[in-house]
């Protein structure tokens, strides 16, 4: 049982848009703590995504957006290329287990 | 581009001492930043084990926090992990980290090594 939630799976068409949820709680998320987001490839290691809650990395695609309110973050692709298929992973800092949280994964299928 | 390459056993026995080393290239790790560790089971999700800032500063999951020391080795630009006591559930892929913050948010990872613990 991961302390932040993330929907097992989602799918989408080439070109359409998804986005991913990510459900915390007052130590977490809503305790103001930023949200990272990583993408891992099958058989890669975890690429960063979405720093900070909503900033790019230099090289990400801009393609990809995050975006944070009250104790959920969420991350959205849009323009579906058959490339995003990937699990990707939601990130933050909890105040009372006083460590990183991890969301559980979410499998990302272009259908 | 900075790199991080993992190395050490592939196969511990039950109640030995995991350790780990990355090595980092094209980057000094007493400039800055935080280092860390981070495991995946086979299959399963993410797990942070723990960081280490450049002054020597640790901070350890709190559940792994009895078990685990993290050093850095600033003359070869590397640091390491030791996991004690290890039991088949420490079994998985360990990634070593760069992050900007001791809250997360790794922006280069290293390929990530198995280990798998058994008799």
Known sequence: QSVLTQPPSVSGAPGQRVTISCTGSSSNIGAGYDVHWYQQLPETAPKLLIKNNNNRPSGVPDRFSG???GTSASLAVTGLQAEDEADYYCQSYDSVLRGWVFGGGTKLTVL | QVQLQESGPGLVKPSETLSLTCAVSNYSISSGY???W???PPGKGLEWIGSIYQSGSTYYNPS???RIT???DTSKNQFSLNLNSVTAADTAFYYCARHASRLGGSDY???GTLVT???
């Open chain 2, 117 to 119: 613990v058994s008799s």
């Open chain 2, 38 to 40: 981070i495991r995946q």
């Open chain 2, 34 to 36: 935080y280092w860390g």
């Open chain 1, 67 to 69: 975006s944070k309110s």
């Open chain 2, 70 to 72: 993290v050093s850095l």
């Open chain 2, 109 to 111: 990872w290293g390929q």
């Open chain 2, 64 to 66: 792994l926090k009895s």
